[in-house]
C-alpha cells in the first residue's frame, strides 16, 4: 500500500507549517547526500527559510565558490 497524495496548498497554521519545513528541509539535505554518494555526483543545495535564514549542503567545495557569488549576485 502506498502513501496518499498530498494536497499541495499553503499550510496556515504558521507551528504546522514550520514543523512540516523543517522535517522536509532535513528530508531534502538527506537526499542530496545520498545522491551525491551514491551516484559520485557533485551536488549543491541552497534552501532560504521564510525568515531568511540559509540553510546549504555541498558535496565539495570544488565549485562552491564559482556558484554561489553568481547566484546570489542574480537574486538582487
Not at 498530498?6 to 522536509?24: D, Y
Not at 528530508?27 to 540553510?55: H, M, N, P, Q, W
Amino acid at each position: 500500500m502506498g502513501r496518499g497524495k498530498v494536497e499541495l496548498k499553503r499550510i496556515e497554521n504558521k507551528i504546522n507549517r514550520q514543523v512540516t519545513f523543517a522535517k522536509r528541509r532535513n528530508g531534502l539535505l538527506k537526499k542530496a547526500y545520498e545522491l551525491s554518494v551514491l551516484c559520485d555526483a557533485e551536488v549543491a543545495l541552497i534552501i532560504f527559510s521564510t525568515r531568511g535564514k540559509l540553510y546549504e549542503f555541498c558535496s565539495t567545495n570544488r565549485y562552491i565558490f564559482f556558484f554561489v557569488p553568481r547566484l546570489l549576485c542574480s537574486l538582487v
